[in-house]
């Protein structure tokens, strides 16, 4: 296996990096597998001295006083090195390892895909089944059983499944979301580099996200939204008189009706105002690694993979856009609306934010780490920090949300407070000086009272049951 890992091609560094994750875990394995073994001996050992008549006190010492003679011995020592270096090689084969490598060597300067656009690509497959859960079976009923004509019956049908998948995509990002990061830092505390780490991380991430298992979990979700959306477009089609498969059927032709000119040039004109704020936003972060050369270092080239992603994901839109305004093709509201502008707008804005933020900050130690914790019951949480500054005592969240929408983000915003809250204190490698890091939520463009409260709000119990007093967010305003 590292024989493999050298002649894959990569660069010496990684490759030294990546022998030297394996061969941790090989370790990890023996240890396992030496812990498996002498309570193997000792049971079978002790239990043999006992069919001989020797006391179960007895039995049980003599076993002890044998083990790890037993243990050094050759046979066991045969036993331990094949089992844990065939469940190292089973481990290299689950996570892809060696094709990864090759990917990386053949291709050094390929960005990997952005999360934004696997997304996409995974929206568009799940799109093409054309079947619907059986959580829809009632909605789908009531549709069939309409007075409508089969034509508005056939348009309220492909709406209902629109809708559908247009739920799917919160839970499915959600998912997925949550899964990246939590497999990033398992990579990452593995000992891979971050650009490996990453590579396997998201070959891991689409696995899962695609096994029946979350795929139940996105579908249910999904399947609920959209039958309380359903249940409100038939309530008010009853208040208005009108057959439900009727009002899908309309919403379903004003959706997959061309776009009007004006309103292209409007998103148009949308798109150039993004185009325009990257390319200050690009400004920004060049001016920002003159002045701070060894934030290149440090994680600052996650904002320029962003950046970039960003970048193409406007252009594909403008493209597309501009298309329709020549006439080269028909563009559709289902193509180009407000939901599908928001989301790189959304990213423009958060990368100035960071920067603006680092800009403002002295003694930066780290860009964008993952952070996680081993909980007590078994699982982990994860999260990433958008800056660390002060050999690590401090991390800082970046916010750029309008005041005015902030109400809407509350739930998630209180949630990865909660969270790092918990990583920071329950995680000792992150303290410093005895205690744990300090927490700042900076909000770019003001922050609404009410939010401001409630974050600050916020406590969180130790491994006792005790409350933190001490232990929260600070809420900084930053307009």
Do not use: C
């Not at 990386?104 to 079947?131: G, K, Y």
């Not at 499915?172 to 396997?200: I, K, Q, S």
């Not at 920002?288 to 996650?302: I, T, V």
Request: hydrophobic share 35%; net charge negative; proline share 4%.
């Amino acid at each position: 296996m590292l024989t493999s890992v050298r002649a894959s091609g990569v660069d010496p560094g990684t490759a030294a990096r990546v022998e030297r994750a394996v061969l941790d875990r090989y370790q990890q394995q023996v240890q396992v597998r030496e812990r498996n073994l002498r309570q193997e001996f000792l049971n079978n050992r002790s239990h043999a001295l006992r069919d001989r008549g020797e006391s179960a006190d007895a039995a049980e010492t003599t076993a002890r006083n044998e083990v790890d003679d037993y243990l050094r011995g050759e046979r066991a020592q045969q036993l331990i090195t094949r089992d844990a270096a065939a469940r190292t090689d089973e481990w290299a084969d689950n996570i892809g390892l060696a094709p990864i490598l090759r990917e990386i060597a053949t291709s050094p300067r390929t960005r990997p895909e952005s999360v934004d656009d696997t997304l996409a690509r995974l929206t568009t497959r799940a799109e093409q089944n054309t079947s619907l859960p059986k959580g829809l079976k009632q909605a789908l009923t009531r549709l069939e059983n309409s007075n409508a004509d089969p034509r508005a019956v056939d348009r309220a049908t492909r709406l209902l499944h629109d809708r559908y998948h247009e739920y799917r995509q919160h839970p499915m990002a959600n998912t997925y979301r949550e899964t990246l990061l939590e497999r990033r830092a398992e990579f990452t505390r593995n000992g891979f580099p971050p650009h490996v780490a990453d590579r396997l991380a998201q070959r891991d991430t689409e696995a899962f996200t695609q096994t029946p298992k979350a795929q139940r979990m996105i579908d249910s979700v999904a399947a609920n939204n959209t039958n309380q959306w359903f249940e409100k477009m038939r309530g008010a089609a009853d208040r208005d008189g009108v057959d439900v498969a009727d009002r899908l059927a309309e919403i379903h032709r004003y959706e997959h009706q061309p776009v009007p000119e004006p309103e292209l040039r409007a998103a148009g004109g949308r798109l150039d105002a993004m185009h325009a704020d990257l390319d200050n936003t690009q400004h920004q972060l060049n001016s920002l690694l003159e002045r701070s050369p060894e934030l290149a270092g440090k994680g600052a080239d996650r904002w320029q993979e962003g950046i970039d992603a960003t970048r193409d994901s406007i252009s594909r839109l403008s493209e597309t856009v501009r298309a329709g305004t020549t006439g080269g093709e028909t563009v559709t509201r289902r193509a180009i609306n407000d939901a599908a502008l928001h989301g790189p707008e959304a990213n423009v804005r958060g990368y100035d934010g960071e920067i603006r933020m680092a800009a403002k900050l002295d003694n930066i130690h780290d860009l964008g780490p993952l952070v996680d914790v081993s909980t007590p019951t078994g699982t982990r949480m994860a999260s990433e920090v958008d800056i660390v500054t002060d050999q690590g005592r401090t991390w800082h969240e970046v916010k750029t949300h309008d005041p005015d929408t902030q109400r809407l983000h509350q739930k998630d915003l209180e949630a990865q407070s909660r969270k790092q809250l918990a990583i920071s204190h329950m995680n000792r490698e992150y303290w410093v000086d005895g205690k744990p890091p300090e927490l700042k939520m900076h909000f770019m463009n003001g922050v609404h009272p009410t939010v401001k409260s409630r974050i600050e709000a916020i406590r969180i119990e130790d491994e006792n049951g005790h409350i933190l007093d001490d232990h929260r967010v600070e809420v900084i305003d930053e307009s």
